[in-house]
Every structure is written in structure tokens, then in C-alpha cells.
């Protein structure tokens, strides 16, 4: 147990829904350990059970088997009120909001901090000062109805942030958003974690958010938890085929792939196909130079994907590789004893 | 002015003042229906929260009580108001003592009205979005907090537009029951102005019923616009 002390601890999580006659398995044997200080990512298309296993971390979903340990303090086993009262340390926002529209921006902060014990005036100074966190100082006496999306979960974080909680739970939160927006609520979700500490858990189907704050990421698919692992050791080397999917969709690699066998310029280019992944330095190396040095090798880049994931390079490289054929070979094997992945693309179209 | 009102509403003139006078039976209505407005919207209140929170979806699921509930609410919805204050003669008297006269009719106005009410509260809390209530149960509010805090809250706007259409169908309790000894403005129209034949009077009723009616629906619009945002 010396590794399991996570501030998250879920193991064997295990949910099931009955309803009218069918059973549900919403979420299998799941275990997950989540570190003090880490933005943890759980990605899976809908109905994966994503939603399902994070609401089990405070327990608005109960779980039908497995243990639920949070800051050290196992959740199944609190009476109704202890619960209550954990809940506080564990501020959680939604896909649309569910901001109360009877209050305004300023009442719905100040909504979890009616039971704080604390003064009329110490909750003001606080509010003002959550307000200010989420850049809404301006907007406190407005109605959410007046707030645009992105407004709406700037209220909603701040809220979430009223009682101080050490965890913050994430789910879909950015998902009814526009893009512009998206990427400044994650902004705004990666400083919390920063400046704060707080320990965040992210749920979305997007790659794309993913990578730009978590530094832990589990797949999801059918209830299960299919892979889990560092930010780069995920979008580097992804190991399960819905992986692979979620990182070549975000990386456009996919699409390229069709468009090139479509186009038939690598037969045209009388080549072979060949996939490039590198985590870090690699990518300073001249390697198509040192391909036509050493070999006589043409490397003809058809894509390039550059990406800086917590300060590491992540790329991913297609090339036609033309000469002559044992000389390709050589050149396939020097690849292979770089610090790079190198896979070759069949050019035939997947399910021929 | 005088002299029109004599010529065109005689009966209504004759009527006007004493004991079963227009002025008694305006009071008589007003009586009926605030005092049974109430007391049915306390207890509709009560049984509508209590429908929302035990449903299956609801913060505290209880299969028993809800269904137990649903169904008296439903039975007593069916039975139709005219036979519900014939059947009910003696708990009436149990409670307040007499079966005719407005506060006679006060009871079977409560047993009538609550159970349509208590539908109506349910229909207007269930409205209440369920991520609003699941965001409050992850703040740590217990079910008692989420009621007030969250339900009657959010529900407000709602709940007094079911309140308005609630009273104006009490209203239309009230004339019935008048109209079988309970006095007021039913009683009047029918027992005077229909049963003798004085049309002025039955007018007149009806005109006075229609200005509350629409008073009542006027306050409820403004309430609503004040609140919602």
C-alpha cells in the first residue's frame, strides 16, 4: 500500500443500474489513485462511465461495490452528515453550469457559504476575492441569465472554490463551450491548480483539453478503465486502440492518413510510409539530413505535428521514404536505434 | 348615475345591503377563498414537496410513501367537489363545528383544492433543474436545505403561477359551494338572482366573481414578472 496514498483513492469501483428489468454496468472494476497537486484526465467517448465514476469521488453516485478514500477518510463509511460535510473539501462543476437563476452572480458564490459560520462581512471580503480569482468583479450584481457560457463557469468555479476545497471535479465542464472559451476556463482550471494546489479531475471527450492542463490521463471505454499514465507516456505511446484513436484525432494524423492513401502520392513517390513518434530531444536531430547522408535516402515529409506538452516536445512525423530497397531498409533500422517510434503505414485502406 | 342603477339593476339595489345583502356575500367569497387558499396551500405545500423529494428521481426515494401518496392524492382529485361536500357533512362538523355558512364550507374547500394544489407544486418542483439540486448536494446541503434553499426557491416564479390558477379555480369552488348553503356570491346568483328570476343580481354576481378573478390574476402575472430573471 506504500504507493496507494493518493488524496483520490478509489479501488474496485464497481457501479450497476437496474432499470425496468435491464442491468447497466456502468462502470467495472475500476481503481484509480489520484495524487495531491495533479490534474487528472479521464477520457472516453459518452456512456464510457466517465461521469458515472466521478461522481462517485463524492459520492452523489453510490457505488455498488469498492472503497472510496478521500484526504484519508473512507466515504462509504460516514454517517449522512459526515458526508455532508467531506463534500465541502470537494468543489465539483457541471457541463452547464447549474448556476441557481433566482440569485445572482454574487448569491451564487456566496450560496455554499451560508452554513461557513462565517460573518456577513468576512463572506463579502471572500466573495469579492473569489470573484476577482475567476476575473468577475464586475458582474457581481448581474443574474445568470445575463452571463454568457464562459461567464456562467467562471461563477460556477468560483463557487465550487467557496469553501476552500482541497479537490476540484471537472465534469464535461467545458463541453457545452466554444473553443476560445474552452481553452480559458482550462487556463483558468491549470493556474487554480497552480497557484492554490488544488487537486483537479477533469472528465471530457476531448483530447484536446486533456492535453492542455492534465498531467495524468485514464482511458475510459464500456466501463472500464482501459489505459492509464502520464500526460506523454499517453499522447507518446499509446497502447489501446481507443488511445490511439482520442491522440490521432487530436493530432489530425487520421485524417492525413485517409487523404494519403486517397491521393496515392507515396506510390507516386514509389516508396514506403513511415510514422515518426518522439518524446523530447529527438526532435533536434537532422534526420532527414542524416537519412540521405548515410543511405541515400529520400525523406519526403508529407505531415509534421509539433506539440509542447508540460514544457516536453511531443512529435509526430510522416514520411515517404524512396531509394533503393535495401538501402530503405537500413535506413528503417537506423530509425528504430534512435530514441524514436517508428512504425510502417500499410498503404491499404483499413478493412482491406 | 342613482337614478340608472334603480332602473337597470332594481333587485340588485334591493339587495344590497343586510344580512343576505351583496355586501355580506362579497365578504363571504373573499372568507371562503382566502381562508381556504391557506390553509390548502400549506397543506398542498407540504404533500407537493413530499411527491418531488420520494420519487424515484427525487433527493430521499421512498417507494412506498410515494406511491402511497400519489394515490390519495389522485383519489381525492377524482371525486367530484359537489359530492365531496355531501360525503364529508360530518368530518366538517367534527372540525368546525357546523356544515353550512362559509366556514361550513371551509373544509371540503381545503379537501378540494389542497390535492389539486399538491399536484400542481409537484408539477412546479420537478421543473427545478436537477443539476441545480445535484450541485447543491455536492456543496454538502442537506435535504431539508435543499428544500428551502433550492426547490421553493427556483420553483418560486413557478409555484405562484400553479398559486394563481389554483386560487381562481377555488373561487369557482367557492360559488358552488355557496350555492348549497354556503353563502357568498354562488349563493347569491343562484338563490337569488336565478331561482327568482332576478337576472340583474345573477349578473351582478358574476361580474364581481370576474373582477377578483381577474385581480387575482393580475397580482399573480406581476409576482411572476418581478421574479424571474
Partial sequence: ?352 | MADLVNKFLPNVVANWEGDNGFVVAIWQTLYMTFVSALFAGIIGIILGILLVVTADDGITPHKTFYTCLDKLVNLFRSIPFIILLAVIGPFTKLIVGQTIGPTGALVPLVIGTAPFFARQVQLALVEVDHGVIEAAEAIGLSPIKIIFRVYLREGLPELIRSGTLTIISLIGLTAMAGAVGGGGLGNMAISVGYQRFENDVTIVSMLFILVLVFVIQGLGDFAVRKLEH
Fill in chain 1, 1 to 352: 500500500m506504500a504507493e496507494q496514498n493518493g488524496i483520490i483513492q478509489l479501488k474496485d469501483i464497481d457501479v450497476t443500474f437496474h432499470n425496468e428489468g435491464k442491468t447497466i454496468e456502468a462502470v467495472k472494476n475500476v481503481s484509480i489513485n489520484v495524487n495531491k497537486g495533479d490534474v487528472f484526465g479521464v477520457i472516453g467517448y459518452s456512456g464510457a462511465g466517465k461521469s458515472t465514476l466521478v461522481r462517485v469521488i463524492n459520492l452523489l453516485q453510490k457505488p455498488t461495490s469498492g472503497t472510496v478514500v478521500v484526504n484519508d477518510q473512507n466515504l462509504t463509511q460516514l454517517s449522512a452528515k459526515d458526508l455532508r460535510k467531506a463534500r465541502r473539501n470537494i468543489g465539483m462543476i457541471f457541463q452547464h453550469f447549474n448556476l441557481m437563476n433566482s440569485l445572482t452572480v454574487y448569491g451564487n458564490v456566496d450560496f455554499p457559504l451560508r452554513d461557513s459560520g462565517l460573518s456577513k462581512a468576512e463572506r463579502k471580503q471572500k466573495i469579492d476575492k473569489l470573484l476577482d480569482i475567476v476575473g468577475l468583479s464586475d458582474r457581481a450584481k448581474n443574474y445568470p441569465s445575463q452571463l454568457s457560457g464562459g461567464q456562467k463557469q467562471r461563477v460556477a468555479i468560483a463557487r465550487a472554490l467557496a469553501n476552500d476545497p482541497e479537490i476540484l471535479i471537472s465534469d464535461e465542464a467545458t463541453s457545452a463551450l466554444d473553443p476560445k472559451t474552452t481553452t480559458e476556463i482550462l487556463n483558468l482550471l491549470g493556474r487554480l491548480n497552480e497557484e492554490l494546489g488544488i487537486t483537479i479531475v477533469i472528465i471530457t471527450h476531448e483530447m484536446d483539453a486533456i492535453k492542455q492542463v492534465c498531467n495524468r490521463v485514464a482511458v475510459m471505454e464500456n466501463g472500464e478503465l482501459i489505459e492509464e499514465g502520464s500526460l506523454l507516456s499517453i499522447f507518446g505511446n499509446p497502447k489501446q486502440q481507443l488511445t490511439k484513436d482520442f491522440v490521432n484525432t487530436s493530432t489530425h494524423i487520421g485524417s492525413v492518413l485517409d487523404e494519403i492513401r486517397d491521393s496515392g502520392i507515396v506510390d507516386k513517390l514509389s516508396g514506403r510510409l513511415i510514422e515518426l513518434n518522439y518524446i523530447g530531444d529527438s526532435t533536434n536531430e537532422p534526420i532527414v539530413v542524416e537519412l540521405y547522408k548515410r543511405f541515400q535516402v529520400e525523406a519526403n515529409i508529407l505531415f509534421s505535428n509539433i506539440e509542447r506538452l508540460q514544457s516536453t516536445t511531443v512529435g509526430i512525423m510522416l514520411f515517404a521514404l524512396t531509394g533503393d530497397d535495401d538501402k530503405v531498409e537500413q535506413a528503417i533500422q537506423y530509425l528504430n536505434s534512435l530514441k524514436v517510434n517508428v512504425k510502417e503505414i500499410s498503404l491499404k485502406k483499413e478493412g482491406e
